[in-house]
C-alpha cells in the first residue's frame, strides 16, 4: 500500500493515525455507506508519513520542537511570535519529489487528466475523535486547480498545524506538538456557484435531544455559516416518524442569507473565492426543497447509526447535476461528552432593560464586564471572565475565548462559529445580535440571559440569578398520580423534554398564536377583503411567502404544535383549541375588525361558541388545519385535542360536527377530543359530557371564578379567590367522581396543588388521575403529590385510564 497517498476509497476509520480523524471518516463514508445512496465526492489524501518526511527531508523538526519548547505556557504572551516562526519554516521548505510526484499522480487520476477544481483541506492526527475536536484549528483551501496551485495549498496546509489556535488546541487538551502529523485530504468540489451548502446535527444542539436532525443552510460555499457571516435556513426533523415515511419538518426558520460565497471566475484572482451581496429573490425564498431536506436528514440518520454517536456533518448540492453530497462527517463533540440528564436550571430573579436580543445559544446565564472588541489582536483588553462583544468570530479567536464568560456577536446562527465554540467552552452566547457593538458599553456590566428559549437577552446591569441543578433521573415521578407539564412555548420543548414528566397535559396555542403568527385567523381567511389597509400592508409584509395566506397561519401553527409534541412521543400532548377573549383577539394584526365589543368577554364570546359561529367558524378550520398536519402529516398522532368553555353538551356536538367537517374526526386515527371542566354546568352535566367527550381537564380558576360569582383580576374581591374554598372543593371532587363513575380520564391543570401541599393531596385522595404544572412547580408539585400518596396509601392507576 502507498506509503505517501491513500484513496478514500482505501481509508477505514480506524486509519485516523495515518490520515488524521477527518480522511479517515470521509474513508469510512466512502467504502461503508455510498454503497446505501449516500454521495461523497471522490478524493484522496497524504498520509503522516508524507509530512514527516517533509520535515525531515528540510531538516525543521528539531527546529520547531525548540520552537515549542520556549513557548510561554503560562499566559502564552509569545504564542502569536512563536506560532509565526512555526508556519513560517514549514512554509520555506520543499516538498520532496516523491511526496509531489504521489499527490500529482492522484490529482491527474481524479481528474481523469484535467485540471479539476479540488477542496484542500487539513486533517490532524488525533482530530475529530469523541473526545477531542480539532473542527477549525486548521486550514481549508477551497476551489484549487491545477498542479503547482495544488501544491501550494499542501505546503499551506502542513504549515497550519502551528496556527496560533491549533498551538492553544493542543496545549489545552494536553496533545504533544511533535507527536501530532498533518495529513491532506484532495477531494472534487461540489459545484456550489448557483447552488447551496450547509451543515447538520443528528441532535438538537442546544438540549441535546436525540430525536431530531437538523439542517442548516445557505447559498453559495458554507464557509458562511461557520465564520458566522450569515443567518442560515433551518429545518428540524423527526427521526421516529421519519422513520415511518412521513413528511416529518416539524420546523422551518428562513434565515437572512445575507451573503453569497462563491468561487471566483478569475483564474488569476489572489483569493479563490469571493463574497457577494444575496440577491433579494434568494433570501425569501429557502435553500433545500421538503425533499431534500428529508433526503439529508436520512442520510444523517445513517451516518450517526454507523458511528453510533451523535454526528456533525457538512453537505452541499452541486449546481450542475443538482445531486446532494455529504462532505464531512464528524462526531459532536458538546453533549456526547456530557452526562446524560444533568440538568442545570437557571432562573433570573429580576430583569433589567434589554439592550439587545439574537439567538440564544445554551441554556445558562451570566454577569460580567462587556469588553467590545474588533479582532483577536484586541486580547490584552480581556480579563478572565468578561464578555466579549464583538462583530463575529473565526477560529483565530479560540485562544481569546478560553477566558470569557459569555460571547455576543451581531452576526451568525446556531451553527456558527461563535455558537460552536461557546458550547464546547460550556458559556452562554447570543448571536445575530445585529448592532450589539453599539449598543451595548465597552466596560459595562451586563448579563446574558440564554434561558428564556430560543431567544437571548443581554441585559444592562448585572443581574442576580439562581442556577438549580437537577438529575432527573433521581426523582422519582408518583406511583399514582401523573404528573403532566403545562406548555406554550415551542423553544422550550426541549430542553423541558428532561424534566421528570408524563406528557403534556396543556399546551395553550394562543403563545404560539401571539409569537409566531401575530395575525387574526379571520384577517388571513377575508385578506383580500380587509378595509384596514394599514392591517392589511402588515400582513402582505409578514406573509410574503404565502400567495395562499391561510397557509401562513397553519404551517406556523402546526410547526408550534409539532415541535412540542415531537419532544415528548410518544407520551400524549393535549392541545387546548384557542381560549382567546375578544379583546385579547382583537390584539392580534386585523383582528379589531372581526371582533365585538363586549362588556364582560370574560363570559361572553370565546371557547366553543366561536368554533361554529360564522364569526369565527372558518378561523376555527385553520386550527383545525393545523392539527390535521401535526397528526396525519408529520406522523405525530400523539397530539390530542381539549374544547375550552363548553357551555352545554348540546355546544360540544356542534364542536365535534364542525371538527369533522373540517377532517378532524373523533376516534379517527386514535384522535381523543377531551373537554375543559371549568363551567359549574360541565360538573352538572358531568355524565352527558362524559358521553361524546373522551375525557376532563379542570381548568380550576374559571371553575372557582364562577363557582364563587368572583371576577379573579379585580383587586376589589381578588382577596375571596381560593381554590380551597369549600365550594370550589365541592365542585372538584363532583366532576372527578363522575369522571371516575364514567370511566374517563379526568386531569386538572393549575398552580394550587404545587403551592398547597393540603390542596394536593385532596386531589390525590379524591382520586385524580392527573395534575399539570407550569414548569417552574413541577418538582414541588411532583413532592407535594408523592407525599399524598405515600401518606395516604393511594394507588389511582390500577382504577382508571390516566389523563396525560
Known sequence: MNDIIRNFSAIRITDTAIVGGKNASLGEMTVTLTGKGIKVPEGFATTAAAFWMYLDINGIRQSLLQLMQQLDRETFSNLAETGAACRKLILEGTIPAEVEREILRAYNVLGKGAPVAVAVRSSATAEDMPEASFAGQHESYLNIRG???LLKAVRRCFASLYTDRAIKYREDNGFEHSKVALSVGIQLMVRTNGSCSGVGFTLEPESGFRDVVLISGIWGLGENIVQGTVAPDEFYVFKPTLLEGK??????KLGDKAKTLCFSDDPNAEESTVNTETLLEDRQRYVLSDPEVLQLARWAMQIEEHYNCPMDIEWARDAVTGELFILQARPETIHTAKKPQQLKIYKLREKGNCLVTGEAIGEKMA?????????????????????????NTSPDWDPVL???????????????????VARELGVPAIVGATDATQKIRDGAAITVSCSEGKIGYVYEGALPFEVIEMDPGNIALPESTEACLIISDPDKAFQLSFYPNDGVGLLRMEFIITHAIGIHPMALVKYDELKDKAAWSAITEKTLLYPDKKKFFVDKLSQGIATIAAAFYPKDVIVRMSDFKTNEYAQLLGGKEFEPLEENPML????????????????????????KMVREEMGLTNVKVMIPFCRTVEEGRKVLNVMESFGLRQGENGLEVYVMAEIPSNVLQAAAFADIFDGFSIGSNDLTQLTLGIDRDSALVSDLFSEEDAAARMMISMMITAAKKAGVRIGLCGQAPSDLPDFAAFLVTQGITSVSFNPDALLKGIANIRKAEDEYGINNKNALPVLI
Open 402 to 420: 478560553k477566558k470569557v464568560a459569555a460571547i455576543v456577536t451581531n452576526t451568525g446562527g446556531r451553527t456558527s462559529h461563535a455558537s460552536i
Open 247 to 252: 413528511q416529518a419538518i416539524i420546523q422551518r
Open 367 to 391: 454577569t460580567g464586564i462587556a469588553r467590545v472588541l474588533q479582532s483577536p489582536a484586541d486580547i490584552g483588553e480581556l480579563q478572565p471572565g468578561d464578555i466579549v462583544v464583538t462583530d
Open 147 to 149: 498542479e503547482q496551485a
Open 604 to 627: 361572553g364570546f370565546r371557547g366553543a361558541s366561536r368554533y361554529y359561529h360564522p364569526l369565527y367558524k372558518e378561523g376555527f378550520g385553520l386550527e383545525c388545519a393545523a392539527i
